[in-house]
Structure formats: C-alpha cells, structure tokens
C-alpha cells in the first residue's frame, strides 16, 4: 500500500511539473514550426497560398518529396528588400529609446508610490491599473484626438503661450514615442514598485547613520536592490513594444514603419504567407537575445544568493 501510494504521488508530482511543458508544446512549439514550415515554402495563387502541402496519404514517398522543396529563398528576400531591414532597425529604434524613456519615467513614479502613506499607496496603484479598465484601441483613438492640430494638446500649449500656431504632432515619431510610452507605462511601474515595497528599509536607515546623503542612498543601495525589477519591466515593454503594430498604424507616419506594420501587409494585403512567416521567425530569433540576457542575469543572482 505504501509503494502504492508512493507511487501515486510520484505520478502526482511528475503530471504537475509536466504541464508547464505540456502548455508550452502546445501553444509555442508546435504554432512556431508550422509558422516556419511556412516561412520555407513558396508563394502560390491556391488555397493555402503556398506551397508545398504535406500529403499524409502518400506516406513515405510524400513526406520525403515535401521536404526537399523546403527551401531558404525566402530569408533571402528578406535580406534583398530594403524595407524589411529599414522595419527591423525602426522597430528596434522605437523599442530601444521608449524602453529608455519608461524607465527614466516610471522609477520615480514607483519610488514615490512605495515611499507614500498605505491608503494613499492603494490610491496610486489604482491609478496605475485604471487605464486596463477601458479598451487598449480607445485609448490610442484618443490620443488622435488629443494630438491633432487642433486637438486638446495644441490648444493647452497655446493657452500657457508656448506656441504660436498648432504643431503637426500626429503622423510622426514624436506621437508614436507618446503612445507608446502611455500604453506601457503601468508595465515599467508595477514590477518597479514591487521591488520597492519589498526594499529591506534597515539598510537605508544604515546609510542614513554613515552619513550618505539621500541622493547617494538610492544609487548606491536603493537602485541595485530593484534592478530584478527594472530588468523585469524593461522586457515586458521592450518585447511587445518590437512587434507593436496599432500605435504605430494609428499615430504614425511611413516614416514609423514599425515590422508589425509589415508582417500585416505581407500576411492580409500581399497575402505572401511565406514572406509574413519569415518576418516572424526573423522577429522570435532577435526576442530570444534579451530573454536569454535576462535569464542568464537572473540564474546569476540567484547562484551569489
């Protein structure tokens, strides 16, 4: 009866820790080789609109005439095509300076959030989240509204007499660096403002006795205990903020092509499976460099610990 029992929970304990794997097989794995199984095949008027098709029926035979017409053309296009390579260096331009400019942004905001009373923590944190409570394609509609020439922000500045005649803020970088940086924002500042509520205060109070000064406490003690927190944050809006195609396609101008832009064009207007798949994989493989930064960073720490 023991050995039994032993046994059942083994079987327990092996299903639980298979199912994160399970999930992941599922709904990662298999979806991303069928997205490069398409990126290797070729455009065809047909329906699907590529080719090769895996014909299980003719068994063997079939299988081994389907992958010998796999090829990499595609990639290759990718590389001959100045606006692919124009999308990615965009992309990873609008990603790079919005992550920068969140982090300048939502640091102090989790800091004073953490360094406020209880009940007035729960106000701000309420805050934060508030803007989930409505559509994500509402809130960058309104924007439009706030950023055209004769929309909300053109007539405060007019108001404060900061400018004269309205400023073109819609249709440019300018815009979509401002919606980006809304839209994201409360992802920089949750996982900041959890590190600082868990900030030990005996080791400010320390610094406070040796006589560092306020300033000095917080870059010397204060912001090396959150970096988890601010490595955190910067890949949950670094990453999206990559393949971001609303903002962009809303706010924007052809100038912000951002590659979500153009992997929609190829998959729906050019109907090019193939190239949108390759943009794709290309896309997952450039993502994969900072998640695996980042989790080399973090088994690091935990191995000093």
Known sequence: MKARAAR?????????????????????????????????????????????TLDLAAGWEGLKA??????????????????????????LQIAALSTLALVVIGLPIAYGMARAPARTQAILLVAVILPFWTSFLIRVYAWINILQRDGLLNDAL???????????????????????????LPFMVLPL???????????LEAAADLGCPRWKTFFVVTLPLVLPGLAAGALLCFIPIIGEFVIPDLLGSSQTLMIGQTLWTEFF??????????IAVV???????????????????????
């Open 8 to 52: 059942n929970r083994l079987s327990g304990r092996w299903l639980i820790a298979a199912l994160p794997y399970l999930w992941l097989i599922a709904f990662f794995l298999v979806p991303f080789l069928i997205v490069l199984k398409i990126s290797l095949s070729q455009t065809a008027i047909a329906q699907p609109p590529y080719t090769p």
């Open 66 to 91: 389907f992958l010998g017409q796999l090829s990499f053309s595609t990639y290759g296009l990718l590389l001959q095509d100045d606006i692919y390579l124009f999308s990615y260096l965009k992309s």
């Open 158 to 184: 007019r108001a404060l007499g900061l400018i004269d005649e309205p400023v073109a803020w819609l249709a440019s970088d300018t815009a979509v660096y401002i919606g980006i940086i809304y839209s994201y």
């Open 193 to 203: 403002y959890a590190n600082f509520q868990k900030l030990d205060e005996t080791l």
């Open 269 to 278: 207007a050019n109907r090019d499976w193939p190239v949108a798949s390759a």
């Open 283 to 305: 896309l997952l493989v450039l993502l994969v460099v900072p998640i695996a930064f980042y989790e080399n960073v973090q088994s690091r720490q935990i191995e000093e610990r």
